[in-house]
């Protein structure tokens, strides 16, 4: 996923980002929900991203949804993002 195949101190490309926020943007109050419940998964299917190697996320965690919040969040609030920013707020209500 794109928020978690950089450390953050580069800059997620375009595309890839707003891939991200369209997932974010339509189904947030499902992640969260996911997150919340620590929604587990076996294989490949939830593995962590290159720059969370070490995490031994396998599904959804409170832990994976910050750092998925704090990635858009820095990624500014325009666009795509503005409205993944927005869906990610309504979801944790």
Do not use: Y
């Not at 997620?12 to 943007?25: G, M, P, R, Y």
């Not at 609030?77 to 503005?82: H, I, P, Q, R």
Request: some cysteine.
């Amino acid at each position: 996923m794109a928020l978690e195949d950089d450390d953050g101190q580069q800059k997620t490309d375009k595309t890839s980002l707003e891939a991200a926020a369209v997932w974010f943007a339509h189904a947030a109050p499902t992640l969260w929900k996911l997150s919340s419940e620590s929604k587990d998964f076996q294989g490949k299917i939830a593995k962590q991203g290159q720059a969370m190697q070490g995490k031994e996320w396998r599904g959804f965690t409170k832990e994976r949804w910050d750092h998925w919040e704090g990635r858009l969040k820095a990624c500014g609030n325009e666009g795509l993002v503005a409205e993944a920013n927005r869906a990610i707020s309504e979801a944790k209500r």
